[in-house]
């Protein structure tokens, strides 16, 4: 679906470059199997937590692994979490999925032995996927014992938005006045909408 053009609301304010879409069910799930790299927001007491995170996409779960530490003992405590991953080329270039999730430890039992390897061999494709989880705990402790703890995310709900270059902005260009070449796309964005102008603050 077409969400708008430039970013969304700001129809009629100046020249439109970009369409924002937005991408099914199907392909939110084709970027979260390639990207593999996200960041993490969990909460706790009313506080939110975001980390970056490797994870590895299987049958609407999110795998990764861990070591013990603030986000494990908060999604312990709290299993409602969400995961944000993006791939950018360039501004106007760039889609990023949100998912909507719960915890799912994988304890070191029999009964979850099947699904820690599964982890285990999902997550091997990336390469040192291990070493931001344990040398993160080493250098806080270097004599305790590191325990590795796998877990996944269920995706409960997922949504995801791709940008690309209007193409009818493309076929049709527009020479920029001197003001436009010369301020970033935000600041001209701002100061249309006059939260930022010459002289002139936020009201
Ligand atoms: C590209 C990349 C991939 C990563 N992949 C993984 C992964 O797959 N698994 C994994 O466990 N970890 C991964 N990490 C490390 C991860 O982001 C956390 O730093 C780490 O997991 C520790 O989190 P924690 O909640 O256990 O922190 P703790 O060791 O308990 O420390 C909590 C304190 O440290 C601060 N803190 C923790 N992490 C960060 C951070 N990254 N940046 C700034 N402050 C921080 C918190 O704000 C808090 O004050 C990755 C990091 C990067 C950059």
């Given at each position: 679906m077409?969400?708008?053009r430039h970013w969304g609301g700001l129809r009629g304010y100046g020249r439109c470059v970009?369409?924002?879409?937005?991408?099914t069910d199907i392909e939110c799930i084709k970027v979260l199997t390639r990207l593999g790299?996200?960041?993490l927001a969990c909460s706790h007491n009313n506080q939110p937590y975001v980390v970056p995170i490797y994870?590895?996409?299987r049958q609407r779960y999110l795998y990764s692994f861990a070591t013990l530490g603030q986000k494990i003992?908060?999604?312990?405590a709290n299993p409602r979490v969400c995961v944000e991953a993006d791939e950018i080329i360039n501004h106007h270039h760039w889609m990023s999925v949100v998912v909507q999730g719960h915890y799912e430890e994988l304890p070191d039992t029999p009964e979850w032995k099947a699904q820690r390897i599964l982890a285990h061999e999902l997550l091997q494709h990336r390469a040192m996927w291990w070493e931001p989880a344990y040398v993160v705990t080493a250098h806080l402790d270097a004599t305790a014992e590191l325990i590795p703890?796998?877990?996944r995310i269920h995706i409960d709900h997922v949504t995801g938005r791709r940008a690309m270059p209007d193409p009818v902005e493309a076929v049709e260009p527009v020479e920029p006045t001197t003001t436009q070449k010369s301020e970033g796309w935000l600041k001209s964005i701002l100061r249309?909408?006059?939260f930022v102008g010459p002289g002139r603050s936020s009201h």
């Amino acid at each position: 679906m077409l969400l708008d053009r430039h970013w969304g609301g700001l129809r009629g304010y100046g020249r439109c470059v970009m369409l924002i879409l937005e991408l099914t069910d199907i392909e939110c799930i084709k970027v979260l199997t390639r990207l593999g790299l996200g960041r993490l927001a969990c909460s706790h007491n009313n506080q939110p937590y975001v980390v970056p995170i490797y994870f590895a996409y299987r049958q609407r779960y999110l795998y990764s692994f861990a070591t013990l530490g603030q986000k494990i003992e908060w999604m312990r405590a709290n299993p409602r979490v969400c995961v944000e991953a993006d791939e950018i080329i360039n501004h106007h270039h760039w889609m990023s999925v949100v998912v909507q999730g719960h915890y799912e430890e994988l304890p070191d039992t029999p009964e979850w032995k099947a699904q820690r390897i599964l982890a285990h061999e999902l997550l091997q494709h990336r390469a040192m996927w291990w070493e931001p989880a344990y040398v993160v705990t080493a250098h806080l402790d270097a004599t305790a014992e590191l325990i590795p703890i796998y877990y996944r995310i269920h995706i409960d709900h997922v949504t995801g938005r791709r940008a690309m270059p209007d193409p009818v902005e493309a076929v049709e260009p527009v020479e920029p006045t001197t003001t436009q070449k010369s301020e970033g796309w935000l600041k001209s964005i701002l100061r249309r909408m006059r939260f930022v102008g010459p002289g002139r603050s936020s009201h």
